[in-house]
Antibody, heavy 116, light 109 residues
Framework: VQLLESGGGLAQPGGSLRLSCTAS????????MSWVRQAPGKGLEWVSA????????YYADSMKGRFSIFRDNSAGTLHLQMNSLRTDDTAVYYC???????????WGQGTLVIVS | SYELTQPPSVSVSPGQTARITCSGD??????AYWYQQKSGQAPVMVIY???KRPSGIPERFSGSSSGTVATLSISGAQVDDEADYYC????????????FGAGTKVTVL
């Protein structure tokens, strides 16, 4: 299993950014997926999750209404649309598998988002 | 909002047992999961569903849970086990809310 994030970079407060995660070596549509972030020098924070067919989505309270998770199973990609960005959204964003019995069994290497 | 409480740091001598606790009100009903994160790297799962070890994780890593406290134990700790360790679980609120503990820095010296 390989997960490769992209789309990170510098954004202004109030701006938007879309992150992507490309999966390989797995039957992508059978895995629920998740985003986890880590602010510089801080701990892990669960951001959002989505089930295998994309019908069910979940968000941490601080992201609800600003972030949107979605997936393209035909392309093997997971996305996180981030709007109304704030400086405290600055973090490395990881995508990870979110299987019911083994959440976060596989992780990407992360993509850095800086809001400044 | 739901919180999982971990000690900020644990120190252990090589060969001794390190124990990291994770406290949360929902743990009697929800599984605990544990992740190891070395500096500059993505996290790695070391324990799932309270006490199961993924393939490839050394036997010296074990987990247990009793009441509102889950515990990760590292028996015969090695210098290579120095890392941050995070517990993860779910709130028992009906809504799907995942939560990580704040992390515990394990030092082996």
């Amino acid at each position: 299993v390989q997960l490769l994030e992209s789309g990170g970079g510098l954004a202004q407060p109030g701006g938007s950014l879309r992150l992507s995660c490309t999966a390989s070596g797995m039957e992508f549509s059978t895995f629920a997926m998740s985003w986890v972030r880590q602010a510089p020098g801080k701990g892990l924070e669960w951001v959002s999750a989505i089930n295998g067919n994309g019908a069910d989505t979940y968000y941490a309270d601080s992201m609800k209404g600003r972030f949107s998770i979605f997936r393209d199973n035909s392309a093997g990609t997971l996305h996180l649309q981030m709007n109304s960005l704030r400086t405290d959204d600055t973090a490395v964003y990881y995508c990870a598998t979110y299987d019911g019995s083994e959440p976060f069994a596989f992780w990407g290497q992360g993509t850095l988002v800086i809001v400044s | 909002s739901y919180e999982l409480t971990q000690p900020p740091s644990v120190s252990v001598s090589p060969g001794q047992t390190a124990r990291i606790t994770c406290s949360g009100d929902a743990l009697p009903k929800k599984y605990a999961y544990w992740y190891q994160q070395k500096s500059g790297q993505a996290p790695v799962m070391v324990i799932y569903e309270d006490n199961k070890r993924p393939s490839g994780i050394p036997e010296r890593f074990s987990g247990s849970s009793s009441g509102t406290v889950a515990t990760l134990s590292i028996s015969g700790a090695q210098v290579d086990d120095e890392a941050d360790y995070y517990c993860y679980s779910m709130a028992d609120s009906g809504a799907h809310r995942g939560v990580f503990g704040a992390g515990t820095k394990v030092t082996v010296l």
